[in-house]
């Protein structure tokens, strides 16, 4: 039961005339939120917060009362013109619920929504280009003021936005570029920048800036605008240290993720008797899993690897006095909802905006880790980023 219904017909003594059917029928008809908008059975069930069988009877007593329509299947449209809501209405595709990232985004978006008084329509992705899709159509059906897409397949966003500006709906683009839409995100040469140059900075303190060779490590499905993380990786490394021979630097397909990065950087260690090496990876997982490579090679100790988004599972290793892991580039997934509600806010009032936001980097080193994320000792959470969903950022 809702809580509105619950609040009224839990106190029977207060309000003996109250009807509750009726009241339960109204709950199904407010929750329509536009004239012509068609819901499934499902949708009305979570909209009112009622069970299913409740809502299945109050359904059909509405159509056979003439209030609602069955169009298709257990689809229904109101016949009662809803009333228009003041309140802004934000609709939002998180990545996948499964990443501590993405949760990390959806939470501090939550919360700013929240603040901030403006309605969520939350949707997941789960990390897949139809159900982003499929998303996407479901806030163009919801007719949302403005879209905040958070998913990484490169080749489904034009077809996303093209979805969103037929319909008028601007949208704000968190990571992957969409045509049209305003970018949040990264600025993913600089971070690798950041991250190069403390890879060669390291390799001057310890080996007097000499190297065998240099990993750079990515995923090709990833898209250029993440890839150019790799390309600042390798100018931040030839800046500190000055030109290198480019028959010592591998650039590696890793596919973003941790069991693939394993794999790989084993088997190129193999073929491979280089002692000095430096590794800048796409993302921690990547950089976890070529960690977990040089151990199983028992060659940890010749190589310095440099991560990207300073995940939980990363801060973790450094906080291991032994590891090899010198640094990761944070982006601060936990303060996206500060910027980017007022951003959506700014475009749904018309005000001009950039095109293109980007989120200020830090670089997270073993020294400074207990600075920037105190708490991480109070999380009990396992970082999933860092095996299975690590690739996607």
């Not at 009362?65 to 299947?73: F, I, K, N, S, Y």
């Not at 949302?144 to 077809?159: G, L, M, R, Y």
């Not at 971070?191 to 990515?218: E, F, N, P, T």
Request: proline content about 5%.
């Amino acid at each position: 039961m809702s809580k509105s219904t619950q609040s009224i017909t839990s106190r029977p003594g207060k309000q003996p005339y109250l009807v509750g059917p009726i009241l339960r029928a109204c709950e199904m008809l407010k929750v329509f939120r536009f004239e012509g908008e068609c819901l499934s059975l499902k949708e009305l069930v979570a909209r009112t917060g009622l069970n299913k069988t409740t809502v299945f009877r109050a359904a059909q007593s509405l159509v056979a009362g003439g209030l609602l329509m069955r169009v298709a299947g257990d689809q229904y449209r109101s016949l009662v013109t809803p009333v228009r809501k003041t309140k802004q209405r934000i609709g939002y595709a998180s990545m996948a619920a499964n990443s501590l990232f993405s949760r990390a985004v959806t939470e501090s978006i939550r919360l700013a929504a929240s603040e901030g008084g403006i309605e969520l329509v939350e949707l997941d992705n789960n990390l897949s280009a139809r159900v982003a899709i499929r998303n996407s159509e479901r806030l163009v059906r919801d007719r949302v003021d403005v879209a905040i897409e958070f998913q990484v397949c490169q080749e489904v966003a034009p077809i996303i936005a093209s979805k969103f500006s037929d319909a008028k709906i601007p949208v704000v683009a968190i990571h992957t570029p969409h045509p049209g839409a305003t970018f949040f995100g990264g600025d993913n040469y600089a971070a690798g920048r950041i991250g190069g140059r403390a890879l060669g900075q390291w390799a001057m303190s310890h080996w007097g800036a000499k190297l065998d060779s240099v990993l750079l490590l990515g995923h090709s499905t990833a898209g250029p605008l993440t890839e150019s993380r790799l390309t600042g990786l390798a100018v931040g490394i030839t800046e500190t240290l000055g030109p290198i021979d480019s028959s010592l630097v591998f650039n590696l397909d890793c596919k973003g993720g941790y069991l693939e990065a394993l794999e790989i950087v084993w088997k190129h260690l193999k073929r491979s008797s280089a002692k000095r090496i430096l590794v800048g990876c796409i993302n921690d997982a990547v950089a976890l899993g070529a960690l977990r490579a040089f151990a199983e090679a028992g060659r940890l100790e010749y190589c310095a690897v440099m991560g990207q988004n300073a995940t939980i599972a990363a801060r973790a290793e450094m906080r291991n006095p032994s590891s090899r892991m010198i640094g990761s580039v944070a982006f601060f997934p936990e303060k996206y909802g500060t910027h980017l509600i007022p951003l959506a806010m700014d475009i749904a009032a018309g005000k001009p905006v950039p095109p293109a936001v980007f989120v200020k980097h830090a670089l997270i080193t073993p020294r400074n880790v207990d600075h920037y994320y105190p708490n991480d000792v109070l999380s009990t959470v396992p970082d999933t980023d860092s095996m299975l969903f690590g690739r996607y950022h």
